[in-house]
């Protein structure tokens, strides 16, 4: 089983920073992605940016420039640095990590969620 556990959200004014990170924990070999996603307030969850092994990483177009996903594997980490942020940015975030939790199997896990919100 593996946990994860956000934390880093909160309320900030427009053109403010976050960094929301993401701890790993559990049993499992290595990480292959770490991607955060975000679900505002009657909307479906959407994805934001993922990191794979190796470091690159893909944003999704909404947060092109303003937001930087990055991951420290040495310590089961993932990050997701987010600057100039926008009213539209406000939404629960989820830190999301596929594993490999054996020589062929692997899989998927959630965080709870951490609260963003920027005040206009």
């Known amino acids: 089983q593996v946990q994860l556990v956000e934390s880093g959200g909160g309320l900030v004014q427009t053109g403010g920073s976050l960094r929301l990170s993401c701890a790993a924990s559990?049993?499992?070999?290595?990480?292959?992605?770490v991607g955060w996603y975000r679900q505002a307030p009657g909307k479906q969850r959407e994805w934001v940016a993922n990191?794979?092994?190796?470091?690159?990483?893909n944003y999704a177009d909404s947060v092109k420039g303003r937001f930087t996903i990055s991951r420290d594997d040495a310590r089961n980490m993932g990050y997701l640095q987010m600057n100039s942020l926008k009213p539209e940015d406000t939404a629960v975030y989820y830190c999301?990590?596929?594993?490999?939790?054996?020589?062929?199997?692997?899989?998927?896990?959630w965080g709870q969620g951490t609260q963003v919100t920027v005040s206009s």
């Open positions: 990191i794979v092994n190796g470091g690159t990483a």
């Open positions: 559990g049993s499992f070999f290595s990480i292959n992605v």
């Open positions: 999301n990590v596929q594993v490999r939790v054996s020589t062929y199997r692997v899989s998927e896990y």
